[in-house]
């Protein structure tokens, strides 16, 4: 079960590990770094210059990639990225 339970209607808040939550957000925060740094490298006429990924926060604190282009319900944590 994640952060918010399986009710449509309304969210329910849970208790998580502040330990294990920041280590795998920051293990993904990373990784996802890399990867832009490596689109970036790419040649070609496009480049990245802001992506914005949303994440589901399990109850033991680990962090899921919602597999969704269109996420209906909002629940989840959106982490968008930035071209400095």
Not at 48 to 64: K, M, R
Not at 72 to 82: A, D, M
């Amino acid at each position: 079960m994640g952060i918010f339970g399986n009710d449509r209607d309304r969210a329910v808040l849970r208790s998580i590990p502040v330990g294990p939550l920041r280590k795998n957000l920051a293990e993904t925060v990373d990784s996802l770094q890399q990867i832009f740094a490596d689109i970036s490298a790419r040649p070609g006429a496009l480049s990245l210059t802001e992506a914005q990924l949303t994440f589901q926060v399990t109850a033991t604190g680990g962090v899921q990639l919602i597999g969704t282009g269109q996420l209906q319900s909002g629940r989840g944590l959106t982490l968008t990225f930035k071209r400095q």
